[in-house]
Protein backbone atom coordinates (compact mmCIF):
# COMPACT_ATOMS: atom_id res chain seq x y z
CA UNK A 1 0.00 0.00 0.00
CA UNK A 2 0.87 3.72 -0.35
CA UNK A 3 -0.35 7.10 -0.23
CA UNK A 4 -2.44 8.68 -3.07
CA UNK A 5 -4.37 12.02 -2.46
CA UNK A 6 -6.19 13.44 0.32
CA UNK A 7 -9.89 14.95 -1.12
CA UNK A 8 -11.26 17.78 -0.04
CA UNK A 9 -14.54 19.13 -1.16
CA UNK A 10 -15.23 22.75 -2.39
CA UNK A 11 -18.41 25.25 -3.39
CA UNK A 12 -16.28 26.73 -5.96
CA UNK A 13 -13.74 24.87 -8.20
CA UNK A 14 -12.14 27.38 -9.63
CA UNK A 15 -11.88 29.33 -6.60
CA UNK A 16 -10.00 26.65 -4.98
CA UNK A 17 -8.08 25.72 -7.38
CA UNK A 18 -6.57 29.44 -7.74
CA UNK A 19 -6.03 29.48 -3.81
CA UNK A 20 -4.07 26.52 -4.11
CA UNK A 21 -2.13 27.08 -7.23
CA UNK A 22 -1.76 30.74 -7.00
CA UNK A 23 -0.84 31.29 -3.11
CA UNK A 24 0.36 27.79 -1.89
CA UNK A 25 1.98 26.76 -5.21
CA UNK A 26 0.08 23.32 -6.26
CA UNK A 27 0.19 22.96 -9.75
CA UNK A 28 -3.07 21.66 -11.40
CA UNK A 29 -2.91 18.60 -13.01
CA UNK A 30 -6.02 17.05 -14.19
CA UNK A 31 -9.64 17.87 -14.09
CA UNK A 32 -13.05 16.24 -14.67
CA UNK A 33 -16.43 16.91 -15.04
CA UNK A 34 -18.81 13.90 -14.50
CA UNK A 35 -22.56 14.90 -15.03
CA UNK A 36 -23.85 11.73 -14.37
CA UNK A 37 -22.70 12.22 -10.67
CA UNK A 38 -23.02 15.68 -10.83
CA UNK A 39 -19.73 16.54 -9.51
CA UNK A 40 -16.68 18.00 -10.92
CA UNK A 41 -12.95 17.38 -9.60
CA UNK A 42 -9.65 18.90 -9.87
CA UNK A 43 -6.23 17.12 -8.72
CA UNK A 44 -3.03 18.95 -7.60
CA UNK A 45 0.08 18.32 -6.94
CA UNK A 46 3.11 20.29 -4.79
CA UNK A 47 6.29 17.69 -4.87
CA UNK A 48 5.02 14.40 -3.13
CA UNK A 49 1.28 15.85 -2.17
CA UNK A 50 -1.60 14.99 -4.11
CA UNK A 51 -4.78 16.94 -3.92
CA UNK A 52 -8.37 16.22 -4.83
CA UNK A 53 -10.60 19.53 -4.75
CA UNK A 54 -13.98 18.15 -5.24
CA UNK A 55 -17.18 20.48 -6.22
CA UNK A 56 -21.22 18.89 -6.43
CA UNK A 57 -22.58 20.32 -9.54
CA UNK A 58 -25.55 22.47 -9.14
CA UNK A 59 -25.48 22.55 -5.31
CA UNK A 60 -25.21 25.29 -2.77
CA UNK A 61 -22.85 24.20 0.02
CA UNK A 62 -24.46 26.67 2.54
CA UNK A 63 -22.55 28.09 5.05
CA UNK A 64 -19.91 26.03 6.98
CA UNK A 65 -18.98 26.02 10.51
CA UNK A 66 -15.49 27.71 11.06
CA UNK A 67 -12.52 25.40 11.60
CA UNK A 68 -12.26 25.18 15.27
CA UNK A 69 -9.34 22.89 17.54
CA UNK A 70 -8.38 20.25 17.04
CA UNK A 71 -8.91 20.70 13.37
CA UNK A 72 -9.16 17.45 12.23
CA UNK A 73 -9.33 16.91 9.43
CA UNK A 74 -6.84 18.08 8.25
CA UNK A 75 -4.36 18.01 5.26
CA UNK A 76 -0.72 17.59 6.91
CA UNK A 77 2.11 19.05 4.23
CA UNK A 78 6.10 18.71 5.33
CA UNK A 79 7.83 21.82 4.84
CA UNK A 80 11.58 22.77 5.86
CA UNK A 81 11.42 25.34 7.24
CA UNK A 82 8.52 26.53 9.43
CA UNK A 83 9.04 30.42 9.83
CA UNK A 84 9.41 31.11 6.53
CA UNK A 85 6.34 28.98 5.77
CA UNK A 86 4.59 31.20 7.82
CA UNK A 87 5.73 34.31 6.81
CA UNK A 88 5.12 33.37 2.80
CA UNK A 89 1.52 32.66 4.24
CA UNK A 90 1.52 35.68 6.16
CA UNK A 91 2.62 37.74 2.46
CA UNK A 92 -0.28 35.55 0.76
CA UNK A 93 -2.91 37.16 3.48
CA UNK A 94 -3.44 33.71 4.90
CA UNK A 95 -4.51 33.73 8.21
CA UNK A 96 -2.66 31.44 10.32
CA UNK A 97 -5.33 29.92 13.01
CA UNK A 98 -2.92 28.41 15.28
CA UNK A 99 0.82 27.78 15.31
CA UNK A 100 3.75 28.11 15.38
CA UNK A 101 3.18 25.47 17.79
CA UNK A 102 6.26 22.90 18.76
CA UNK A 103 7.32 20.01 20.68
CA UNK A 104 11.11 20.99 21.42
CA UNK A 105 13.40 19.59 19.68
CA UNK A 106 10.88 17.35 17.83
CA UNK A 107 8.10 18.74 15.63
CA UNK A 108 6.88 22.72 15.01
CA UNK A 109 3.32 23.06 12.95
CA UNK A 110 0.60 25.82 11.92
CA UNK A 111 -2.69 25.68 10.77
CA UNK A 112 -4.26 27.53 8.17
CA UNK A 113 -7.52 27.06 5.88
CA UNK A 114 -8.70 27.14 1.98
CA UNK A 115 -11.58 29.46 1.38
CA UNK A 116 -13.87 26.55 1.77
CA UNK A 117 -12.50 26.21 5.77
CA UNK A 118 -10.54 22.86 4.84
CA UNK A 119 -7.80 23.27 7.08
CA UNK A 120 -4.32 22.37 6.04
CA UNK A 121 -1.18 21.97 8.55
CA UNK A 122 2.18 23.12 7.42
CA UNK A 123 4.98 20.72 9.41
CA UNK A 124 8.40 20.67 9.96
CA UNK A 125 9.90 17.50 11.72
CA UNK A 126 12.67 18.79 13.67
CA UNK A 127 14.64 15.24 14.70
CA UNK A 128 15.39 12.74 12.28
CA UNK A 129 14.13 10.35 14.68
CA UNK A 130 11.20 11.65 15.24
CA UNK A 131 10.53 11.36 11.02
CA UNK A 132 11.61 7.60 11.19
CA UNK A 133 9.05 6.89 14.18
CA UNK A 134 6.32 8.56 11.84
Given at each position: M ?36 A ?5 L?AG ?9 L ?10 A ?11 D ?22 V ?16 V ?10 I???
Amino acid sequence: MRYDHVAFEVADLDVAVRFYVDRLGFEETWRHRNEQEAEECAFLSAGDVRLELLAVLGESQGERPPPAPPYCPHLAIAVDDLIHAAAALKEQGIAILRGPLEVANKVRWLYFADPDGNVVEYVEWLSRKTIADR
